[in-house]
């Protein structure tokens, strides 16, 4: 059983497109998270959230929208595609604030 | 802002040898540090979790220890073997806002070689 899941592992997209990730953990989390890497493999948040409500926004532009439409669902949707948005993107939870994080297995997204 | 530095960013050993990944941040306010371990095109596997009030934690092979006041922790392996070959991130945890994040280092990247 994987804890925390990510869908698609791999997208490949046109420039302009709008897509979407999404991330489900099965253990019973209050907190979700998403992560990009970059190219440099520098892991950084974008956002938080904490029972469905949005906690931290990581001056992410607009185009980033997450929807949690429950504490076990934390999607990301990409509107107008760019070329620098190619990156590998973790969703992770933890149990609540302070605690252990576990992360999915990541989303590569290339912008083409 | 916290910052984390991990040295050495690349390690090669031979199997069997002792190491020590090393990791430094800029805040001492911390809430606990956690390291990893990525494997190429793969997810991240968390390894340990070290409350800032502890000073060390173990697991198997691993020792990972803290030092909040220095803005210090280390990532001790014991007798490595090829399949610990993968890259090492360090993350401290940081509040912000009414939540918290993770700030991660570059992670070394580790091979060990038969």
């Known amino acids: 059983d994987t804890a925390v899941s990510q869908t698609p592992k791999y997208l490949v997209t046109q420039m302009g497109n709008d897509k979407s990730i999404k991330c489900e953990q099965n253990?019973?989390?209050?907190?979700m998270y998403w992560y990009k890497q970059d190219s440099k493999k520098f892991l950084k948040i974008m956002f938080s959230y904490n029972n469905k409500e949005l906690i931290i926004n990581e001056t992410v532009p607009n185009r980033f929208s997450p929807k949690s439409p429950d504490k076990a669902h934390l999607n990301l949707h990409i509107n107008s595609l760019e070329l620098g948005d190619s990156a590998v993107y973790f969703c992770?939870?933890?149990?609540?604030?302070?605690?252990?994080?576990?992360f999915g297995q990541g989303t590569r997204l290339t912008v083409v | 802002k916290q910052e984390v530095t991990q040295i050495p960013a690349a390690l090669s050993v031979p199997e069997g040898e002792n190491l020590v990944l090393n990791c430094s941040f800029t805040d001492s306010a911390i809430y606990n540090l956690q390291w990893f371990r990525q494997d190429p095109g793969k997810g991240l596997t968390s390894l340990l979790l070290?409350?800032?009030?502890?000073r060390e934690q173990t697991s198997g092979r691993l020792n990972a220890s803290l030092d909040k006041s220095s803005g210090r922790s280390t990532l001790y392996i014991a007798a490595s073997q090829p399949g610990d070959s993968a890259t090492y991130l360090c993350?401290?945890?940081?509040?912000?806002?009414?939540?918290?994040?993770?700030?991660f280092g570059k992670g070394t990247k580790l091979t060990v070689n038969p």
């Open positions: 993350a401290v945890r940081t509040s912000q806002g009414g939540s918290e994040k993770l700030v």
């Open positions: 070290i409350q800032s009030s502890q």
């Open positions: 992770a939870s933890s149990r609540t604030v302070g605690t252990e994080a576990f």
């Open positions: 253990l019973g989390h209050d907190t």
